[in-house]
């Protein structure tokens, strides 16, 4: 008896990308680097905008696939 054999799903690296930006706001004297993934820059920007975050962003300055390499870069996170 020959049993149907699925194949198997491929595991690939994890395709989320991560930003750093230049960040200012009323409750830090200095700018800083924010950390957040793709996936929430889009929610976040739109807060801002609407005023629910009293928040600026600057210059993107890393654009990464890795989560570590994001936060290390980064004095806050948003993911």
């Known amino acids: 008896?020959?049993?149907?054999?699925?194949?198997?799903p491929q595991h690939s690296l994890p395709t989320?990308?991560?930003?750093?930006?230049e960040a200012?706001?009323?409750?830090?004297?200095?700018?800083?680097?924010?950390?957040?993934?793709?996936?929430?820059?889009?929610c976040l920007i739109e807060d801002i905008n609407s005023g629910r975050r009293l928040m600026r962003l600057g210059?993107?300055?890393?654009?990464?696939?890795e989560a570590a390499l994001a936060c290390a870069g980064a004095e806050a996170l948003y993911l």
Do not use: I
């Open 16 to 21: 989320e990308m991560y930003r750093v930006y």
């Open 24 to 42: 200012t706001d009323p409750f830090h004297e200095r700018p800083y680097r924010l950390a957040l993934c793709l996936a929430r820059e889009k």
């Open 59 to 65: 210059r993107m300055v890393m654009e990464t696939r």
């Open 1 to 8: 008896m020959n049993a149907l054999v699925e194949p198997q």
